[in-house]
């Protein structure tokens, strides 16, 4: 479905009706369906299970102007209002981690715990640098095949590498180049790490690239309630690469919320 969420239209999918609401967002140009496999299988242990994909992700192009660190926060409670959900669990894979974290900062009654999956940082100096944006509007194909190769390094996985680029060829340049730049606008927000109280679930693939292991080690030192899960072998897409992996985390750290 399609909702109009802040002026935008956003690409939605709900499905099951669990008395647990996990709702998940991909990173960078990456659209829901990064998170596929592992909502497939909550879905069949009672949680509801909703994702969209994000201003300048698969069916959700955007003017690159509306695309802003902000806009993604607040996107992520639009859609929560528009599908009259009050309270969830918020998953975010790389860039998508990091909105999670702001989120849950911003909107503490509303997230009542967090899985971050190989999470970018919400730290302006840690983000992708501006070259990769440059190589997204020069050649976005070669600039998509790279990223891809990189981020998923495990053998016989050349399916999920054609599924991935496939997923990431969906943006256009200039949207993909802007959901990069757009953490070093002056109006990102701050937040404290040590703010977030929520239970946090950590999963970090340890052969990650992308976003190196320690930075996942050192967000489990500063958000006080958080378990890290560390994935041998594992590159940056453990949600695709390792589903059933993410999804047994999932379940047996929040066995019990409602």
């Keep these: 479905m399609f909702l109009i969420v802040n002026g935008v239209r956003l690409h939605t999918v709900s499905f099951s009706t669990g008395s647990r609401t996990i709702l998940a967002i991909g990173g960078w140009a990456g659209s829901w369906e990064v998170w ?27 003017h690159p102007e509306l695309i802003t660190v902000q806009n993604m926060v607040d996107d992520i409670i639009g859609v929560l209002d528009q599908l009259a959900v009050e309270t969830c669990v918020l998953a975010g894979e790389s860039s998508g981690g990091a909105i999670a974290q702001l989120v849950a900062a911003q909107h503490p009654d509303r997230i009542i715990g967090l899985v971050l999956v ?19 509007r020069n050649n976005y194909p070669a600039a998509v095949e790279a990223f891809i190769d990189r981020c998923v390094p495990e053998p016989d996985s050349e399916h999920v590498r054609r599924w991935g680029r496939n997923l990431l060829l969906r943006a256009e340049p200039e949207q993909a180049a802007r959901l990069i730049e757009m953490w070093q606008d002056d109006d990102v927000p701050l937040m404290d790490k040590r703010e977030i109280k929520q239970p946090t679930l950590i999963i970090h693939g340890s052969e990650d690239v992308i976003v190196p292991i320690e930075s996942s080690r050192a967000l489990k030192d500063l958000i006080p309630n958080s378990e890290l899960i560390e994935l041998s072998g594992c590159g940056h897409v453990p949600t695709m690469t390792r589903p059933k992996e993410v999804y047994e985390a999932i379940k047996n750290y929040f066995p019990a919320l409602t």
């Design 118 to 136: 190989d999470s970018a940082s919400t730290d302006k100096a840690e983000q992708t640098p501006s070259a990769f944006a440059a190589a997204c």
């Design 36 to 62: 596929e496999e592992t909502l497939e299988s909550l879905s069949a242990e009672e949680w509801k299970c909703i994702a969209f994909d994000h201003r300048g992700s698969g069916e959700s192009p955007v």
